[in-house]
């Protein structure tokens, strides 16, 4: 199942720090972000021609070919993604200004602003996790000691949903011998 719409949000903690990461996923998330990157030397890169999982280093312009920021831009395409749609990570400069103008920026060029947990959403609905790592991933962001964390690891990596599954298989195989019976 997948969108067809894109989404964004800023993916970093919304403190000021060195770096922030504004995530584009869906459809034309490689397209949108294309429209405005230029290389260090300022010419136009077409990232659609670019390989999956690959880094590129310039800058976002705006519509008035404006430097935002010097920017390094990190693609992943489906369905070796997140969301196992087409993926860009753009890292900025630290700072909620900068990352709010980008995200502005982006939103001008076609995407929408992501709901809270939407990537996650999307990751479930496309399935690359089940619901059980789908809710791993919010204990993880929600831990509060290295109990809690390596929990919610193994939970995020699977192995309640493994467990599950055995059960599953287990119960399945006595009710056909019972019935056989």
Do not use: W
């Not at 030397?41 to 999956?52: E, N, P, R």
């Not at 929990?151 to 599950?164: A, F, P, T, Y």
Request: glycine residues 6%; hydrophobic residues 40%; aromatic residues 8%.
């Amino acid at each position: 199942m997948f969108y067809e719409d894109t989404i964004a949000a800023i993916a970093t903690s919304s403190k000021d720090g060195s770096i922030s990461i504004i995530r584009i996923s869906g459809p034309e998330a490689v397209n949108i972000v294309s429209n405005s990157f230029v290389g260090k030397s300022g010419k136009k890169i077409d990232l659609t021609q670019k390989q999956s999982h690959t880094i590129h280093f310039g800058y976002i312009k705006d519509s008035n070919g404006e430097v935002i920021d010097e920017v390094i831009v990190l693609l992943m395409m489906a369905p070796k993604s997140y969301t196992m749609e087409d993926v860009v990570e753009v890292q900025c400069h630290g700072g909620s200004f900068v990352c709010q103008i980008l995200l502005e920026h982006f939103v001008k060029e076609g995407v929408r602003i992501a709901q809270p947990g939407e990537f996650t959403k999307r990751a479930f609905l496309n399935g690359r996790m089940d619901l059980s790592q789908a809710e791993a991933v919010m204990d993880v962001i929600n831990a509060k000691n290295e109990f809690a964390l390596s929990s919610s690891i193994e939970q995020l990596n699977g192995r309640v949903s493994e467990k599950i599954k055995s059960l599953r298989e287990k119960i399945i195989y006595n009710i056909a011998f019972i019935e056989s019976a």
